[in-house]
């Protein structure tokens, strides 16, 4: 029977190596973390992250063939397979602070499974990493071998996205294997392929060399958050010019080589992957002498933080230019819906922008409670990526927000409703109850496009909705930077 251990119980690794163990009975699957807190979730009934259809995969095989333990060394010396999605977060620190990845836990696992081998190892890159990693990796994992243990790195980036994490192990659109291009190296990439080929068709998955899967994931995600960026960029020039970004972005997605997905303008791109791994990419170009490279990447982040700055510019403009002391309601807090994950949410970086500006806010989401709220407003920047018990301890809660768990009392009494997560539930909100216990004027910002703003109109709002021809309220208001 093929062992595989996966060091790291995150996004990552606990949705990917459930699948695996579903879809291959045959194979014994542990995952491992150094978080005791998340392991004792993994066997609990409350898992530690909310992903659709994730509880009903764990439920058909933990205990079968999928266990969480915290026995680290105990399973990685006893694995074939040995899967590594531990943290990759930006440095925040020396070298390259602010862009460059933090190799420092994939460092130190790597040097446990080197202290810890006693037989064969085929070590698979899961985590995101500069491309390059794997060769940084193999001399870790080779140095003072003389036990005469043979590794073979592979590079096997994920590309599911959070809120489709289990459709999109089950159907991926491509799963890629990079490894040496050596006997060894081959035999290797043939057995993880093998892996994999029990529930997708072998002509999707792709094999390359280790450098070409490893840059693979970065510019894949790069592409990905450059389409964010564009619409969003022209999502400003229709507010400018009385065009209508839905319109705009279904005429542009019907050209069969620009295609219809990832077109919708929004308040920002959030999550962990996007904004991190291009600053990841945008590092590694200025360390290959390529800065005008780098430039070009860093522009997709610039617009990011422009459509979020833009978004709060907006609604302190529209409010008479103070929203101090007024109440603003955030409805949704996570990166995206379905899920309950907000790092790099937009709504952090809204809710500082107005809170800057003296605001008391009222927030809601369906799935973030409030002391991960309460974290996230108080926390640095890139702080949030660390193993949950090494982040710094929480600092006094932002008084100035509060957390509520209803749609109707965040709005209560309010000035005005942000949306920032496109939640189904939001659509079918009960819009003529909030407007009368709202303040008046009462103003509405989507920052998702998820209400209908002409219907809104009728009821007395006055609203803004990304990159919709504006309001005549609006219109009149100062222009925004
Ligand atoms: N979240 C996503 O949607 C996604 C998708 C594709 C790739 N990635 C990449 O996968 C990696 C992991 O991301 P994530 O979202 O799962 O992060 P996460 O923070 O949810 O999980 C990482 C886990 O690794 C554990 N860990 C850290 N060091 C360890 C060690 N030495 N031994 C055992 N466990 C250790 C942490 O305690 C944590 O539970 C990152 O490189 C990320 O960029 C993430
Ligand atoms: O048209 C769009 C699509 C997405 N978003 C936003 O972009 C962010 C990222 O969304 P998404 O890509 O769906 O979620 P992630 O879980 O961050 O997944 C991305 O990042 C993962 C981590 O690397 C990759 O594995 C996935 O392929 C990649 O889609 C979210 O804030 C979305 O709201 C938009 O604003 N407009």
Redesign the pocket.
Known sequence: MVKICC????????PTMAVIALKCPAIEVVV????TT?ISAWNSDQLP?YEPGLDDVVKQCRGRNLFFSTD?EKHVSEADIIFV????PTKTRGLGAGKAADLT?WE??AR?IADVSKSDKIVVE????PVKTAEAIEKILTHNNNKGINFQILSN??????GT?IQDLFKPDRVLIGGRETPEGCKAVELLKSVYANWVPEDQIITTNLWSAELS?LAANAFLAQRISSVNAISALCEATGADVAEVAYSVGKDSRIGPKFLNASVGFG???FQ??ILNLIYICECNGLPEVADYWKQVIKINDYQKSRFVNRLVSSMFNTVAGKKIAVLGFAFKKDTG?T?ETPAIDVCKGLLGDKAKISIYDPQVTEDQIQRDLAMNKFDW??????QPMSPTAVKEASVEWDAYEATKGAHGVCILTEWDEFKKLDYEKIYENMQKPAFIFDGRNVVDPEKLRKIGFIVYSIGKPLDAWLKDMPAVA
Not at 32 to 35: A, P, R, T, W, Y
Not at 85 to 88: F, K, M, Y
């Open positions: 060091l790291g119980a995150g996004y990552v690794g606990g491992v973390d150094i978080s998340r992250i680290i999605s531990v943290n990759t836990y130190s696992a446990m899961k985590s995101t990493v980036p994920e590309f599911l996205a959070e994490a994931k999550g962990s992957c991190k791994d994950d790092r990526d660390h193993p949950i018990h090494l």
